[in-house]
């Protein structure tokens, strides 16, 4: 009962104090909204006509990801490794990436598949557009790790001193955003022999998103089943009702209906205001760096199938439960409410039906 009222309270509330906003959102729609992708629409033709040798446009979320200034301190960095367990030379895996992928083409059309490795974006009348860099050499792109080399060890504790600084380092200027760092010798925590490579990862945003590299990577330097890979999949616990086109189509209608009450509601109530938030101007942009053990993907299926939950509701839920013990560690108090019961963040989720063989942000939030 108290749940129908509350929900029956929030319907109250969007139909009166906000009905307003729908007709403003509408004049925004007409005034703003149409006239930008009009201009949108003829700044891309003017570019093909005098910038031919452009690549094209980016996509609006691709822009989205690429709006920090990567060339003083990167904010939205893709940073992930591969362990290797044998030594290989820096020279192989340079060979390796560059004929794998970044020279790989479709063999129907002869064109490469992921052209991104190639280009670099910059803006031009407010709209960012590729551009090929005709001086690539994957030398530059492909390289060891600062501070490793093929005589040195690096343990576990080096490597996260190394790490940190790529999390915010930033890119030269027309250059693809992407790079790929070899650590030899490498010696994990609790072995004693230096005998694996680790292989670096450290891309853009802009580029793509997490899940277009991690499918790249499986297919082509892997050769590994993308069956694996964690899809984001339809609750099972959805009725013939829910299921049905009439019920998605209401659930649409509805969601439009909300967007100037949730807008509203974000900018301006769910804002946070607690110690684990902190303003941008008293952020240092310094990046540190910590390794959980390894934690194996049947262990976290194990516990979303006991519980009927998705798998990133358990990871979130590990996040929650991280957070909360270092800010008890840290001593603060959860009964003079210190510690908020929460805590609100942009959390991007790959989205169905995402492209194969491309690299391209194609999320929800």
């Not at 700044?43 to 005098?50: C, D, G, S, T, Y």
């Not at 390289?143 to 790529?166: I, Y």
Request: glycine letters at 4%; aromatic letters at 16%.
């Amino acid at each position: 009962m108290k749940i129908f009222f509350g929900k029956f309270f929030e319907i109250c509330l969007i139909l009166t104090t906000f009905l307003p906003l729908y007709g403003l959102t509408f004049m925004c729609l007409v005034c703003i909204g149409i006239p930008s992708f009009m201009i949108q629409y003829l700044v891309k033709i003017f570019a093909k006509f005098l910038h031919p040798e452009w690549a094209g446009m980016m996509s609006g979320k691709d822009a989205i990801m690429g709006t920090d200034n990567m060339f003083q301190k990167s904010r939205n960095i893709l940073l992930w490794y591969n362990m290797l367990e044998r030594d290989v030379s820096l020279e192989e895996i340079r060979t390796n990436f560059d004929e794998l992928i970044v020279k790989r083409k479709d063999p129907s059309t002869g064109r490469l598949v992921y052209p991104k490795y190639q280009q670099y974006y910059e803006s031009w009348c407010g709209y960012n557009f590729w551009k090929w860099d005709y001086e690539f050499d994957i030398r530059n792109h492909v390289k060891m790790l600062p501070g490793s080399n093929e005589l040195n060890v690096t343990n576990e504790k080096q490597l996260l001193s190394r790490l940190a600084p790529l999390m915010t380092d930033s890119f030269s200027m027309k250059r693809p955003y992407w790079e790929c760092f070899c650590v030899p010798n490498y010696l994990p925590k609790g072995e004693k022999i230096p005998n694996k490579t680790l292989i670096i990862y450290r891309m853009h945003h802009g580029i793509g998103d997490g899940y277009s590299f991690l499918k790249c990577f499986m297919q082509h330097l892997c050769n590994d089943n993308l069956e694996k890979v964690i899809k984001l999949k339809e609750s099972s616990n959805l009725g013939k009702r829910e299921k049905s086109k009439f019920w998605q189509f209401l659930n649409q209608f509805w969601f439009f209906i909300q967007i100037p009450y949730v807008s509203i509601k974000q900018c301006f109530i769910d804002i946070d205001s607690n110690v684990w938030f902190i303003s941008k101007d008293s952020l240092q942009d310094d990046c540190h760096l910590s390794m959980t053990k390894k934690i194996s993907v049947s262990s976290i299926k194990q516990v979303y199938k006991r519980y009927n939950v998705s798998f990133a509701t358990v990871l979130f839920s590990a996040l929650a439960g991280g957070i909360n013990k270092y800010l008890k560690w840290k001593n603060f108090d959860s009964k003079s409410n210190e510690i908020p019961k929460i805590i609100r963040c942009f959390t991007p989720f790959p989205w169905k039906n995402h492209p194969n063989n491309k690299l391209t942000n194609h999320w929800l939030v």
